[in-house]
């Protein structure tokens, strides 16, 4: 039975809709009041199992999952052995570079050498700062990054921006943009050569509702 | 002013009695209805930082926070440089091994070479694993640890165990202790030594309370 990684959190309602576009049901994910992490499509044809975002790549790395819905900031930030299959082009968000409101700062640039940079994403900061010849010292953080320039720990962070919101109520502002992430529909690498599960199958019918979704937004 | 950063979750209700008794009251924190990461004692003494408790060691080894709040986990997986001052002894957890009810594993040992161990706590397990000569290989996962061996993408888990509830209802069953783990009274070094903001004072009057603590605990 094909079974898929879902993540949990802000991408998880868009991943079930999507998925109901081929026939899938796992909107009983949606029900909090039941904490499964593993559920059964109702026609039996495939299994759902709800994880954190950061873990999706981890089971359709080893192969527990041959299908998984994840953002592409977690793929650059972990860079785990899957195939990436199709963009799903929901849960737009970018990864970008803000400062204090007050900060001199104007660009990326102007940051002095060897300032603090708070982020989630410590791979994606560190390299992007590295192909700018800026040795910054990247503080990795796990929530509230916003806290790191507020308490004067870091000149800049690094944050996933979605409306901006919590960057204004924090006195920040957006500096550049590392890149743009979206869900991104990926697979077992093996599995999906080998058509597992019929997973290629699968895949190929969400890549099919996403174009046909595509061409009728199209103007 | 002295800064303290606190932790989110399990251990915030203790820390802030602990704090209490100094005459420091951040009780502010435990209403969530206002979302402050930052909020000062009313007698304006002193400050508190909101962070999620794997970010408490990084604001006090940063030194913008003198003193901490953490459990002894935190400070065993992440290895940070600060000092530990007291073991607070609140907040007791024992990072354990687990597998299946249904496995044939009686101890860690019985483990087959290049089995699976799912963690948050990859360090401590690989370290564990590597001081019995046990060559596993280490699964990271950030949430939800128990789906490791219930998926079958692992024989065992190493995480925290508090009722044993979680394990119970999974069908798991613990096998060794890795360590016990309360909460600790950290500091950043230099402030402790240069007593920056009275943080040794504060420091000396925190473990004074739980001395006192202590012996009125005793038969």
């Not at 002095?112 to 994606?124: G, N």
């Not at 560190?126 to 910054?136: H, I, R």
């Not at 050569?193 to 969400?206: K, M, N």
Request: with cysteine; net charge negative; charged share 20%.
């Amino acid at each position: 039975m094909l079974t898929i990684a879902m993540p949990k959190g802000a991408l998880l309602k868009d991943s079930i809709k999507t998925l109901s576009l081929i026939g899938l049901d796992f909107s009983a994910l949606l029900d909090n009041s039941h904490r499964q992490l593993q559920i059964l499509d109702p026609s039996g044809q495939a299994r759902a199992l709800l994880v954190r975002a950061q873990d999706v790549p981890v089971y359709v790395e080893y192969g527990q999952a041959q299908l998984g819905i994840v953002g592409y900031d977690v793929l650059k930030e972990k860079q785990p052995q899957v195939a990436q299959i199709a963009d799903l082009k929901f849960g737009g968000c970018r990864l970008s570079v803000a400062v204090k409101q007050t900060s001199p700062y104007k660009s990326a640039r102007d940051l002095p050498p060897q300032a603090r940079v708070a982020s989630k994403f410590v791979k994606c900061a560190a390299d992007y700062f590295q192909a700018l010849d800026l040795p910054v010292e990247v503080v990795p953080l796990s929530g509230s990054v916003e806290l790191g320039p507020l308490t004067g720990m870091a000149e800049a962070i690094v944050d996933l921006v979605s409306t901006g919101r919590t960057l204004k109520e924090n006195g920040l502002i957006e500096l550049e943009q590392l890149f743009y992430s979206t869900a991104r529909l990926i697979a077992h690498p093996l599995s999906y050569r080998l058509d597992s599960e019929q997973c290629r199958a699968w895949a190929e019918e969400i890549l099919g509702i996403n174009e046909c979704m595509e061409s009728a937004l199209k103007p």
